[in-house]
Each structure stands twice: as structure tokens, then as C-alpha cells.
């Protein structure tokens, strides 16, 4: 009942940025959590960051607390997951999903996109 569709994924250089976004379509409501996850190749899929729909609060994995920033334009139904001080180690397949927020599980999964990083 809920779709999710990542768009901006890519290469980018070590030191550079990316903004990737996710467009939220279908029966959605504002008591919504928004998380990213990545999974590197040969790796666990893990946490990245999140953001509650309605009231903006948001929480990040220490791996990339400070270097990457999400919001939503909740005109639009989308959600930004920017970006900086990219390195090799961010290269994954970078995921958008959301929950419930009174919930713990993240039932709706988009596509996935694939970030590179080069050095």
C-alpha cells in the first residue's frame, strides 16, 4: 500500500556529495517514520538514518553523523538523504523505507540505489 522510489544514486569521487532522494506514493499518513539503510557487497545491511515524517525529529548512526543530513518536503512526499565528505567506505546500496512510528519494524522497502564512491 506504500511505494517507495530512491533516485540519485550514482559515482561520485571520495570528498564529494550526493543527495539521493525518495518519493512516498500510495496510502501513506503523518504519524510516519522515513529510515535509510545500506548494505555494502559482502556485508550486513545496516542503519543509517532516519527521520519522523510529521514532527522532523531524527536519528543517525555514528558512522555518519555529521557528514550526512535527511528532511522531507512534506509537499512533495519526499525524503533527501544528502550526502558529504563521501568516502570509499559509504559505497553500498542505499535504501529508503518506512514505519509506522509506533512501530519498530520498517515494513515498506523501496528499490534500493547503488552509491559509489571512488577514490
Known amino acids: 500500500q506504500v511505494q517507495l522510489v530512491e533516485s540519485g544514486g550514482g559515482l561520485v569521487q571520495a570528498g564529494g556529495s550526493l543527495r539521493l532522494s525518495c518519493a512516498v506514493s500510495?496510502?501513506?499518513?503523518?504519524?510516519?517514520?522515513v529510515g535509510w539503510f545500506r548494505q555494502a557487497p559482502g556485508k550486513e545491511r545496516e542503519f543509517v538514518i532516519s527521520i519522523s515524517w510529521a514532527g522532523g525529529s531524527t536519528t543517525y548512526a555514528d558512522s555518519v553523523k555529521g557528514r550526512f543530513t535527511i528532511s522531507r518536503d512534506n509537499a512533495k512526499n519526499t525524503v533527501y538523504l544528502q550526502m558529504n565528505s563521501l568516502t570509499p567506505e559509504d559505497t553500498a546500496v542505499y535504501y529508503c523505507?518506512?514505519?509506522?512510528?509506533?512501530?519498530?519494524?520498517?515494513?515498506?522497502w523501496g528499490q534500493g540505489t547503488q552509491v559509489t564512491v571512488s577514490s
Open positions: 523505507a518506512v514505519r509506522r512510528s509506533t512501530v519498530s519494524e520498517y515494513n515498506y
Open positions: 500510495g496510502r501513506t499518513f503523518s504519524w510516519y517514520t
